[in-house]
């Protein structure tokens, strides 16, 4: 009897466009299984806006026993207008942080890399961004995103908000350590930000990184403060390799290497801890353009992508996964956050098309 490996998926579409990319990445997924002989079964479960609507929480429990009894969670995005008033902990982002820290996905890998048929649409000069493949691995359960105390308080009479930078030197180790063996099997570069002349949390990391430094012989270490991070990123975006950081830098300077490279639409990222893992587009759920049909589903095939490879140590499906997407873009197909003229203008449906034949084409 043929014994065909089943993946269990926990699926999060979502508010905005959430759903819509989201459907458009399972589509691919079933072709990817059907190549690969493998199975993927899907379950829903509800996060975010929706989740607030239906169920009075952003993230509901049994969502959370949903994640937990899967292989991999796949999300879309959440968030939008309607939630907008709410306070920060009842707002569809609280979903987001609280999967983060239920699941321990202490680790977000976020690669950043120019894509050659897209290069026209990086802000940078063509020879300053050629060539940039990067991973931002930022720290995702700690700092000042769930330092106590916290709040807005009273304080002789006047208002003050409080949130409290904090990391202790075991959080600050292993996410170092996933970011030394991700460069291992990369460029063997390590640029690791902080800002050790100013905050006690960063001469700590700093610290750290040195510690572990020892246990890398192979990989070089550079550190940056953040703030010159952030310029040498539009002044040299191809010199870096892997960078690793704290939630909030990470947070900012992610996105900074996502507009770098050309697009938000394009940019994938994995969630890891030691037990689960996530994988969500790194862009937002984009309510302007909801239900239109025009968003670009790329970025959360290539999430996909990165469970294929991490979770179920798929690299082959991986990389035809961007090798068709690459294949498309060379072929001129655009969705209209990247297009440009003399390219043709699809929506999320035909994208899909295309990258899907481009799949069945390479696998032969
Ligand atoms: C991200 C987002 C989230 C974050 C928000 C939506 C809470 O910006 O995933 O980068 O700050 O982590
Ligand atoms: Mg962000």
New binding site residues.
Partial sequence: MDFMKTYKIAVLKGDGIGPEIVDATLRVLDVVAELFGVDFSYEEGLIGGRAIDEKGTPLPEETLELCKRSDAVLLGAV?GPKWDNLPTDKRP?KG??RIRKELDLYANLRPAKVWDPLIESSPLKEEVVKGTDMIVVRELTGDV?YGEPRGIFQENGKRVGVNTMKYTEDEIRRVVRKAFEIALKRKKKLTSVDKSNVLEVSALWRDIVEEEKKNFPEVEVEHLYVDNCAMQLVRRPNSFDVIVTGNIFG?IL??EAGVVVGSLGMLPSASVGDRYALYEP?H?SAPDIAGKGIANPIATILSAGMMLKYSFNMDEASALIEKAIDETLKQGYRTPDIYSEGAKKVGTQEMTEKIIENLRRLAK
């Fill in positions: 968030g982002e987001l942080l995103y947070d992610s996105d790194v937002g």
